[in-house]
C-alpha cells in the first residue's frame, strides 16, 4: 500500500485524530531523528574507534548495533562521540 505523505496517511488512517493524539507532532521528531551510525559517520569514527574510545566490544556494535543496549552503553557510546545523554519523560495518559 502506498500513500501519497504524511498527511494523506494521517487523513486515511487517523481522521480527525492527528493533531488530538499527538501522531502529527511525533512524526515531525522521528523524521529528524538521526541513528547512532549517522551521529558516528559524521564524525568520521570508525566503530573501532567508537568500541576504542568507549570501552564496549566491536563485536557487540558491529552486530546488534547497539540496538537492544542499555542505557549505559548507550551513554558510553554518545561519550566516545564526544555528545551527552539527555532522558526525559513525559506522562502519557493510559487509555
Excluded: C
Excluded at 505523505?5 to 493533531?19: K, M, S, Y
Excluded at 564496549?56 to 555528545?83: K, P, T
Amino acid at each position: 500500500m502506498a500513500v501519497a505523505g504524511a498527511a494523506a496517511f494521517l487523513d486515511r488512517f487517523f481522521a480527525g485524530q492527528g493533531r488530538q493524539s499527538g501522531i502529527t507532532e511525533r512524526a515531525a521528531v522521528l523524521a529528524t531523528a538521526r541513528t547512532l551510525a549517522d551521529l558516528r559517520q559524521a564524525r568520521d569514527l570508525s566503530i573501532a574507534d567508537v568500541a576504542t574510545r568507549s570501552g564496549l566490544s566491536a563485536r557487540q556494535l558491529e552486530s546488534d548495533g547497539i540496538r537492544s543496549a542499555d542505557v549505559e552503553d548507550l551513554a558510553l557510546y554518545l561519550g566516545a562521540l564526544d555528545m551527552r545523554l539527555d532522558l526525559s519523560s513525559q506522562g502519557v495518559p493510559l487509555r
